[in-house]
C-alpha cells in the first residue's frame, strides 16, 4: 500500500464551518478524516502535514517555497508521493518553483486546491482531494512531476496559469495539454508525462529574489523604465511582451532595455498570449530585442519563467551557465 503524506499550506480548500458560529474557518488538517471520511477509502496510507501558519496564498514568497521544497526532501524515502492543498492564487507560481526545485523527482507531487471552501455543499475541493490523492497513490502509473490538479484535469504545473476566478475550471494549460482526465476512469496521456529520472533525486535550496515581471503596454513610458532601471539590485526581468514577442520600437524603450543588459539584468522575453510561443525576429519589432540579448523565454508561462530565473539566477554563477539555463528545457516548462 503507498504512503502519501498531504500538505496543508491554507487556500480557500481548508475552509470549514465553525458548528457553533456557522463562519467558515481553516480546518484542523489532522481531522482530515473527520472533515473527508471518504478519503480512508482509498486504497492508501495518508498522513498529514500542517503548515504553520496556513496562508492565503496571496502570501506566498520564496521562503515558503524552499520550505516546502525542504519537507519533500526531508519526507521523500518516507512516502510515495505528495498531494499538496494549496489556495488557487499562486498555485501556478508554486507549481512551477517546485518543478526547477525538485531536481530528477520520481514521484508525484500533486498539488490542488478548490474555488468553494471543503465546507460548502457544492465544493470543488472534496473532487480535488479525492482525485490528487487517486493520482498520487496510483500503483500503475508514476507520475515522476510537479503537476496542478483541478476540475477534473491534471496539469504539468509549471505550464499552468490561473484563468478564472469565478468558475471551477481555474486553471489554463495553453501549450500543453492535459496529463491526465477524470472521468468514469482517469486516463492518462503517457506519451505526454515525462520519463522516470536516470540520476539522483536532488533539491535545490536557493532561489534569487532580485526578480519582477515588467509587462509591456502601450502606455509604458521612459519614466516607468527608468524606475525599473533604479530597483536596487535588479537581476533579472520577465518581461511579457505582445504576441510572438514584440515590443515597442521607440528609441526610449529600446535604449532603456540595452542599459539594464549593459548592467547585467537578465531580460526574457514572454508572450501575454495564454497560448502560443515567443520567437524573435519574427517581427521587426523583436529584432532589437534579440540583438541587444534579450532572451528567448519560447512557450513558457510568466509564472514558470520568473520561477526559472529566481532558481537559474539563485544557484549558478556564471553568466554564460545562467543563460544557457535560462534559455534550456529543464523540467518540461517549454516545448
Ligand atoms: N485567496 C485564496 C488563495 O489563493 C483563493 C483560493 O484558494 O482559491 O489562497
Wanted: charged share 25%.
Amino acid at each position: 500500500m503507498k504512503n502519501i503524506l498531504v500538505i496543508y499550506t491554507g487556500g480557500t480548500i481548508g475552509m470549514v464551518k465553525d458548528s457553533i458560529t456557522g463562519a467558515l474557518k481553516p480546518f484542523d488538517m489532522h481531522k482530515i478524516y473527520e472533515v473527508l471520511p471518504v478519503l480512508k477509502k482509498i486504497d492508501c496510507n495518508i498522513e498529514t502535514y500542517q503548515c504553520n501558519p496556513i496562508i492565503d496564498s496571496s502570501d506566498m514568497n520564496a521562503d515558503k517555497w524552499l520550505l516546502f521544497a525542504s519537507l519533500i526532501r526531508d519526507n521523500y524515502a518516507k512516502y510515495d508521493g505528495f498531494v499538496i492543498l494549496h489556495g488557487t492564487d499562486t498555485m501556478s507560481y508554486t507549481a512551477s518553483a517546485l518543478s526547477f526545485l525538485l531536481k530528477n523527482l520520481s514521484k508525484p507531487v500533486i498539488i490542488t486546491g478548490s474555488q468553494l471552501p471543503l465546507g460548502m455543499i457544492r465544493t470543488d475541493g472534496r473532487d480535488n482531494i479525492i482525485s490528487a490523492v487517486e493520482i498520487a497513490a496510483n500503483n500503475e502509473i508514476v507520475i515522476p512531476e510537479v503537476c496542478i490538479f483541478f476540475d477534473n484535469k491534471l496539469y504539468r504545473g509549471n505550464r499552468t496559469t490561473k484563468i478564472n476566478a469565478e468558475y471551477f475550471e481555474a486553471f489554463y494549460s495553453g501549450n500543453l495539454p492535459s496529463l491526465a482526465k477524470v472521468g468514469i476512469n482517469i486516463s492518462y496521456k503517457k506519451h505526454l508525462i515525462l520519463p522516470p529520472p536516470e540520476e539522483e533525486f536532488f533539491v535545490y535550496d536557493k532561489l534569487c529574489r532580485d526578480v519582477i515581471i515588467m509587462k509591456i503596454h502601450p502606455a509604458i513610458s521612459k519614466e516607468y523604465l527608468d524606475a525599473v532601471s533604479n530597483i536596487p539590485n535588479l537581476k533579472g526581468i520577465v518581461m511579457e511582451t505582445y504576441g510572438s514577442g514584440n515590443a515597442p520600437t521607440k528609441d526610449f524603450f529600446l535604449q532603456g532595455i540595452k542599459r539594464m543588459i549593459d548592467k547585467g539584468v537578465m531580460i526574457m522575453n514572454v508572450t501575454q498570449c495564454k497560448a502560443g510561443s515567443v520567437e524573435m525576429g519574427h517581427y521587426q519589432a523583436s529584432c532589437d530585442l534579440r540583438d541587444m540579448g534579450v532572451i528567448s523565454g519560447k512557450d513558457i508561462t510568466t509564472e514558470a519563467a520568473l520561477a526559472k530565473m529566481m532558481f537559474v539566477l539563485g544557484n549558478f554563477d556564471d553568466r554564460n551557465k545562467q543563460k544557457e539555463l535560462a534559455e534550456s528545457n529543464l523540467r518540461g516548462e517549454i516545448s
